[in-house]
T-cell receptor, first 114, second 114 residues
Framework: AQSVTQPDIHITVSEGASLELRCNYS??????LFWYVQSPGQGLQLLLK??????LVQGIKGFEAEFKRSQSSFNLRKPSVHWSDAAEYFC????????????FGSGTRLSIRP | DAGVIQSPRHEVTEMGQEVTLRCKPI?????LFWYRQTMMRGLELLIY????????DSGMPEDRFSAKMPNASFSTLKIQPSEPRDSAVYFC????????????FGQGTRLTVV
């Protein structure tokens, strides 16, 4: 069965600093990968997704992620964070074998230091 | 389209009472997912439907939980009887279920069982 691991529960970075959030997945084939963001009291919003092709994908709000098959990773990055980026970030995988089934990681809470 | 619509946004109920959460997916989406979010367990997939048919309900915690999708535009998640440990935010999401699409989430229903 597929699974998603986000090893960092909580990360604090200074405003303007770079950011990398880690995500590892477990699945036999190439899964479909997503990053979602959740602001307090809100639902989840898609940041970016990877299905095939270029392993570096660009998303909204200046985020990007790189798919590395050899490491089973799909880390999220941003060169310079803004205070408004403070939120919870979820990595997700859809195996799409016989049917679509989206599984989420446990999330990483991002705090921004002024 | 207005997106995925969930109701109510907030629900407070007494232990032992029946609770029904409602979801209207995005028109044209073939998949509907119910998730539960808690601090302890993160985002858990409870059940999902494809073309109104339940595909996988292995995430439903107990027989007290049931979900239905009588038609393509409506789904319910029912808890009977409710218990304090059911307190959580319940999200509904829908997708086209195709390899190049993502899930769209509702705003969630915050359930408190006292």
């Amino acid at each position: 069965a597929q699974s998603v691991t986000q090893p960092d529960i909580h990360i604090t970075v200074s405003e303007g600093a770079s950011l990398e959030l880690r995500c590892n997945y477990s699945y036999g084939a190439t899964p479909y990968l997503f990053w979602y963001v959740q602001s307090p009291g809100q639902g989840l919003q898609l940041l970016l997704k990877y299905f095939s092709g270029d392993t570096l994908v660009q998303g909204i709000k200046g985020f990007e992620a790189e798919f590395k098959r050899s490491q089973s990773s799909f880390n999220l990055r941003k060169p310079s964070v803004h205070w408004s980026d403070a939120a919870e970030y979820f990595c997700a995988v859809d195996s799409y074998s016989s049917a679509s089934k989206i599984i989420f990681g446990s999330g990483t809470r991002l705090s921004i230091r002024p | 389209d207005a997106g995925v619509i969930q109701s109510p946004r907030h629900e407070v109920t007494e232990m032992g009472q029946e609770v029904t959460l409602r979801c209207k997916p995005i028109s044209g989406h073939d998949y509907l997912f119910w998730y539960r979010q808690t601090m302890m367990r993160g985002l858990e997939l409870l059940i999902y439907f494809n073309n109104n048919v339940p595909i996988d309900d292995s995430g439903m915690p107990e027989d007290r939980f049931s979900a239905k999708m009588p038609n393509a535009s409506f789904s319910t998640l029912k808890i009977q009887p409710s218990e304090p440990r059911d307190s959580a935010v319940y999200f509904c999401a829908s997708s086209q279920g195709q390899p190049n699409t993502e899930a769209f989430f509702g705003q969630g229903t915050r359930l408190t069982v006292v």
